[in-house]
């Protein structure tokens, strides 16, 4: 059956969102589209986040804006540590020439992001435009690098939007086996030291899945988004006795 197409909201640079129940449902030609147009100045992606609305779109597209419902949500406290990654991050940990640092290679890390390989795309919606707004939104605190270093090198990572004390996960690349699941349990562990209890995953994945994200109504998410955006940001970096919020030290080992 053919669904009728909504209306799309066109936004001038500047002008607000319209309110999430004019997204689109599921059964239209693209679920979850909110918007068209707008800019991707700071101001504007620190609005569209704590509206639950990141923008995506392929290079020779307009802006598109979107928020999904329902939402796919890793609450910190379900991640699940399981055995194979554990003991990668235990070999982490025990190699002096391994460090997972924050922010110290943004732009690096976006950059690889936009270059990885994924399965069933022919190409990137990281282009040009977007990595300069998000390269404007780092230096101006809201978007965060978790990266991991092995003798000296940057080889895997992911980057992360922030706003207040709410996550919202962005991309990842890796280039040594399970690189970006070390970053990425690297957030987890920094998010429970500092108390944030959610990492917006955006769209329902296997992968997401098997890590602990689960959906989340939209109402719902921006609910909790909402509580979270007007709290005191953390302090964006990583301290070794970070992992011990994922991985406690047993009893011999204090």
């Known amino acids: 059956m053919n669904h009728p197409r909504p209306a799309l909201a066109l936004l001038q640079p500047g002008e607000p969102f319209p309110p999430l129940s004019q997204a689109w449902p599921e059964g239209s030609p693209a679920p979850g589209l909110i918007a068209a147009g707008g800019a991707l100045d700071v101001p504007t992606l620190v609005a569209a986040y ?16 979107w928020s999904p419902d329902p939402r796919m949500v890793l609450q910190v406290q379900q991640f699940r540590l399981h055995r194979s990654l554990r003991k990668a991050i235990q070999r982490f940990r025990a190699d002096a020439a391994c460090e997972i640092r924050v922010d110290t290679a943004f732009d690096a890390v976006i950059d690889a992001c936009a270059g ?29 690098s978790v990266e991991t270093w092995i003798d000296g090198r940057l080889c895997a990572g992911l980057y992360c939007v922030g706003v207040g004390r709410a996550v919202f996960g962005e991309s990842m690349f890796t280039d040594v086996p399970d690189g970006s699941k070390i970053a990425l349990a690297a957030l987890v562990a920094l998010c429970r030291r500092h108390g944030l209890p959610l990492i917006d995953c955006q769209q329902n994945t296997a992968h997401l899945a098997f890590m602990g994200a689960a959906e989340m109504s939209r109402a719902d998410f921006a609910a909790a988004v909402q509580a979270l955006v007007p709290q005191p940001a953390p302090a964006w970096h990583f301290e070794p006795v970070y992992w011990n919020a994922l991985m406690p030290p047993s009893p011999a080992d204090r």
Do not use: C, K, V
């Open 50 to 65: 704590t509206n639950t609305i990141f923008p995506w779109f392929s290079e020779g597209e307009p802006i598109l804006w």
């Open 116 to 144: 990885a390989w994924r399965r069933g795309q022919s190409g990137t919606w990281i282009g040009p435009e977007m990595r300069a707004a998000y390269a404007a939104l780092h230096r101006a605190g809201h978007a965060h």
